[in-house]
């Protein structure tokens, strides 16, 4: 699949929990719409086009924010293990 698949995949799926989500849910997904589209951008822009790119991209970005204090360590447990289960769902 391209990684703009990916990324639709990915935000379907977010857009998908909204509805019963609770308010850490929507924070996580939220959260993570913005490095999904990010890491998404920049894999296009510097020509890469696989899966495991946007997901490295991803996680860079999950661990730069991670270290310059954005995320307390709860806030830190709930975006990874969305991140987590993002991609088992997206690529199943």
Avoid: C, P
């Avoid at 822009?45 to 495991?52: A, D, K, M, P």
């Avoid at 490295?56 to 310059?68: G, P, T």
Wanted: net charge negative; no cysteine; aromatic share 6%.
């Amino acid at each position: 699949m391209s990684i703009q698949e990916y990324e639709q995949r990915l935000l379907g799926l977010i857009d998908s929990q909204v509805a019963t989500a609770s308010e850490d849910d929507l924070f996580a997904g939220g959260y993570l719409r913005g490095h999904i589209s990010l890491a998404v951008a920049r894999a296009d822009i510097e020509g890469r086009n696989l899966v495991r790119d946007v997901k490295s991209y991803v996680l860079r970005s999950l661990n730069e924010a991670i270290l310059q204090g954005e995320l307390s360590d709860e806030d830190q447990s709930l975006v990874m293990a969305l991140w987590r289960q993002l991609q088992e769902q997206a690529e199943s």
